[in-house]
């Protein structure tokens, strides 16, 4: 079954703690939280505080998404503020596979991850490093952006290393992920879809849910 993370940037954070109770009551298997320096992307979001501050409502997993340079130098605090999944960029300075293996020191599970102009192939020194691998099909730090197919290539990539290597790695999407989208990610082989506007819009977020989570892992397969 695949397994869905509404993105909480798509929330309203003047009601957060309602939110994660609302996307928990509508099914979610994850809660996908987009953390943004302002450096590495444009935008700034959330920080550890936030996180911490979220943590106290809910049991549901926290993936955390690090649009951040240097990722290493916050892992202690976001694993502290309760991250369950940390993801960092693989183009985003310092040492990454220190980073990925104090992640995992932390009892947290590593993820990386890549945008849609840096090659797949980034990816192959870390692979045996993850728990997670996320792949952007948007540009990371802006909401609202369409689908880009380069992303299908990747993850079908990525599901051939899995199937080789680790049946157990979780293959998330994130960036213009709606009903049909979300379908042929499953089918180049996701396990996990990420998504903000389209289940926060969703007229029913639980019904919208229980549609994704049908696609299950060997759609198209």
Same mark, same amino acid.
């Given at each position: 079954m695949? !397994? =869905?993370?509404?993105?909480?940037?798509?929330?309203?954070?003047s009601m957060l703690g309602d939110e994660i109770k609302r996307i928990e009551a509508a099914g979610?298997?994850?809660?996908?939280l987009d953390v943004m320096d302002g450096a590495f992307v444009p935008n700034i979001t959330m920080g550890p505080p936030v996180i911490a501050s979220i943590r !106290? =409502?809910?049991g549901m997993p926290f993936d955390v998404h690090l649009m951040i340079q240097r990722p290493e130098r916050y892992v202690k605090q976001f694993a502290e503020a309760g991250s369950d999944m940390l993801t960092v960029h693989v183009d985003a300075g310092g040492d990454i596979k220190k980073t990925l293996e104090d992640i995992r020191d932390r009892g947290v599970m590593p993820g990386i991850t890549l945008n849609p102009g840096v090659p797949v192939e980034?990816?192959?020194?870390?692979?045996?490093?993850?728990?997670?691998?996320?792949?952007?099909?948007?540009?990371?730090?802006?909401?609202?952006?369409?689908?880009?197919d380069v992303g299908l290539s990747k993850i079908a990539r990525v599901r051939e290393y899995a199937d080789a290597q680790n049946?157990?790695?979780?293959?998330s999407v994130?960036?213009?992920?709606n009903r049909e989208t979300g379908r042929r990610c499953v089918e180049a082989g996701a396990t996990a879809l990420a998504a903000g506007s389209s289940l926060f819009g969703a007229a029913d977020m639980g019904r919208e849910i229980a549609l994704w989570k049908a696609y299950g892992p060997d759609a198209g397969r």
């Open positions: 695949t !397994k =869905v993370a509404p993105s909480l940037l798509s929330a309203d954070f979610a298997d994850w809660a996908h !106290k =409502v809910t980034s990816l192959d020194p870390y692979l045996d490093l993850v728990d997670l691998v996320l792949i952007m099909t948007v540009e990371a730090g802006f909401g609202g952006q369409s689908f880009q049946p157990r790695l979780e293959i994130d960036g213009g992920i």
